[in-house]
């Protein structure tokens, strides 16, 4: 698998993520601040439950803005195997039963996954506690709990 080609599906699906919030924030401030959306009584909010939706949907874009502006191919460097696993490492694991899982270690993003060329790829951040077990591990290197061997780095 390449890391590249990883990034690429991941960029283009934050992508449209940040469109679809930016669109739906736009929206909501308008219909925030139409006229036709005045209060009718004192007890109509819809105006403002609809700027409280706009804001929210600003912040969650932004967000996204940020994750975006990481997910770009000079961010993630290649590791070669015998390094230690840190941020930006793809790294595919095999579990005792013989299953494999892969992941990407990235700063932002935690738990977006996607599937490329039949392989589900999983974002964890420092925040994820199997990052933490994998943070400093190389390839080879087992690990008791969760049970899982490192079978590949990149």
Do not use: C, N, W
């Not at 960029?11 to 036709?36: F, H, I, N, P, V």
């Not at 109509?44 to 994750?67: F, I, M, P």
């Not at 299953?99 to 999983?122: E, Q, R």
């Amino acid at each position: 698998m390449i890391k590249a080609d990883v990034i690429a599906a991941l960029r283009a699906q934050l992508q449209s993520q940040y469109d679809r919030m930016l669109a739906a924030a736009r929206e909501a401030r308008g219909y925030a601040t139409d006229q036709d959306s005045k209060a009718e009584s004192k007890y109509d909010t819809r105006s403002l439950e609809a700027s409280y939706l706009a804001v929210g949907q600003a912040a969650k874009a932004d967000e996204l803005a940020v994750a975006l502006d990481t997910f770009r191919p000079e961010s993630f460097r290649d590791f070669a195997e015998i390094e230690p696993i840190d941020l930006g490492a793809l790294v595919e694991v095999v579990y005792p039963d013989r299953a494999k899982a892969t992941f990407l270690l990235a700063p932002h993003g935690g738990g977006m996954m996607i599937d490329l060329d039949g392989v589900t790829v999983m974002v964890i951040t420092p925040g994820a506690p199997v990052f933490g077990k994998l943070a400093g591990k190389r390839a080879d290197d087992e690990l008791a709990d969760p049970p899982m061997k490192i079978a590949r780095v990149s």
